[in-house]
């Protein structure tokens, strides 16, 4: 029955309930074509006979008109190699076009499919990765009085990367599908067989069960190359059109489910065994420390992880690992600056800091950037202002390149202040005058104590400033 092709066709006949006969646009057949005598016809007619020679079955048509083939030629511009990638029973398609032949070959390689595109100046080879699948609809079953077949296949490039394409139903539709692979579908299109039809109740099944597909499909491919990158095949290059949104939805709810997403201990995982990062964590979290943190490229990977409803890592948790964990002076300056760049300053630890007897800086210690030249000068015991490692601070400020100004901004709330004269006297000055406040330490002590440490400045960063910040005292005895 025609019906069982198309769920269109089949409702038509249940509303007429007149079987309709199948008319073939074939003018011609057996002792009718002997009869004629037209000189092109008979051309068409022996090429036929040729073809025969290798083909089970031969049609050919002539062309009333020139805009007539004109026509057919435009239709052949979406005929592509790829055709062949969705359906099983055809394994080679030859298009002559005056007189030039294009051939389309399919050969099952292994796991893989082998398209080999032939023409009279090259042949290119592709490998493609190619999942199929079919089914039964229950839609409308009761009613029609049979179980509709559907056929949904996806494919993608095994040797380059995929570019995204549209979806297909054999032929391509004019919906975009934006992701890095081929969807085929047979679905239920409207007459120009470019549009969903919008009161199919058959498509939101059929699309349904391709989401599904495809998040096998990506399953299937890291199987087969375990450095592939999963979530490559989930980034979207734009926003889905407005037909097939909800496809795209069913496409993240499939693959969440499935064990596709890398984490930073080398394994692949589902979506709810795992935790995303705040932003660009992966370019400064260790993973070592964070081994059950999905891994992260890029913002782009950040996107489609949240897509595919990972929880979020509380920042606040990540900070105090990263304070608590051994860090290499690497791992410490890629932090700093992580953190520095893209989260708020209340979480900004100042107990990631180093000073130079690699001694950890508490949260109520200031710093200073080591001097460039020479060693820094001894600062008193009260002082809670420390010098940066040295090394320390020349891996932080290669990862942040640029305007020192911007960087010294970026890194006030972990309490670093630009390396000057004038900058290191007025610390100690507001240090000693919080010291005696304290009453903790002998009021002429703490002033000894910041008046050497001003001898010391000034035999060092200091030689060139004409006066200090404040008047300090002196009392000799």
């Given amino acids: 029955m025609l019906g069982q092709k198309s769920a269109q066709i089949a409702r038509l006949i249940e509303s007429s309930r007149v079987p309709p006969a199948p008319v073939l646009a074939f003018p011609m057949m057996s002792e009718a074509i002997k009869q004629q005598n037209d000189p092109a016809m008979q051309r068409l007619i022996s090429r036929a006979r040729t073809l025969r020679e290798t083909y089970d079955t031969v049609v050919v048509s002539a062309f009333q008109s020139a805009k007539a083939r004109q026509e057919a030629f435009n239709q052949l511009t979406e005929f592509r190699p ?16 005056d007189g ?4 389309w070959r399919k050969t099952p390689t292994g796991k893989l499919l082998t398209l080999e595109i032939i023409t009279q100046e090259k042949t290119e080879v592709q490998q493609w990765v190619c999942t199929r699948d079919a089914g039964d609809l229950a839609v409308e079953a009761e009613k029609l009085g049979f179980r509709q077949r559907y056929e949904i296949a996806v494919a993608t490039r095994k040797d380059v990367a995929t570019k995204s394409g549209n979806l297909h139903c054999f032929f391509p539709t004019s919906l975009e599908v934006p992701f890095p692979a081929l969807f085929h579908a047979t679905l239920d299109l409207d007459s120009n067989r470019k549009f969903l039809n919008a009161n199919s ?12 597909l495809y998040a096998k499909h990506i399953e299937k ?6 450095a592939a990158e999963p979530l490559t095949l989930l980034r979207r290059e734009t926003n889905f059109p407005a037909p097939l949104q909800a496809f795209e939805s069913a496409i993240y709810m499939a693959a969440s489910l499935a064990p596709i ?43 489609t992880l949240k897509r595919l409803k990972v929880a979020e890592l509380d920042p606040a948790e990540m900070v105090r690992a990263l304070a608590g964990a051994s860090l290499s002076l690497d ?4 932090a700093i600056a992580g953190i520095a760049r893209d ?7 100042r107990t990631l800091l180093l000073d130079t007897q690699e001694r950890r800086l508490t949260r109520d210690n200031s710093c200073f950037p080591p001097p460039s030249t020479g060693r820094p000068p001894a600062l008193p015991r009260w002082a809670r202002a420390r010098f940066i490692h040295a090394e320390l601070w020349q891996k932080i400020c290669k990862e942040m390149p640029g305007n020192a100004r911007e960087r010294f901004d970026r890194l006030s709330a972990f309490g670093i202040n630009e390396y000057n004269a004038i900058g290191v006297i007025s610390a100690l000055r507001r240090q000693a ?8 330490m002998e009021r002429s002590k703490v002033r000894r104590e910041f008046l050497a440490a001003l001898l010391s400045l000034r035999q060092t960063i200091a030689k060139d400033t004409a006066y200090t910040l404040g008047r300090p005292e002196v009392f000799l005895r």
């Fill in 433 to 440: 005058i919080e010291t005696i406040k304290r009453g903790k």
């Fill in 82 to 97: 790829d055709f062949l990638l969705f359906v099983e029973a055809l394994d080679e398609i030859a298009i002559v076009e």
């Fill in 201 to 212: 109740p058959a498509n939101q099944i059929v699309l349904g069960a391709l989401s599904t």
């Fill in 221 to 226: 491919l890291a199987v087969l190359d375990p």
């Fill in 343 to 349: 989260l708020p300053p209340k979480l900004h630890d």
């Fill in 331 to 334: 791992e410490r300056a890629k």
């Fill in 100 to 103: 030039e032949e294009r051939i």
């Fill in 261 to 303: 997403i890398p984490n930073n201990g080398a394994k692949r995982v589902k979506s709810s065994e795992t935790q995303v990062g705040p932003k660009d964590y992966g370019r400064y979290l260790p993973r070592r420390f964070f081994r059950s943190l999905a891994r992260c490229r890029d913002e782009h990977d950040r996107a």
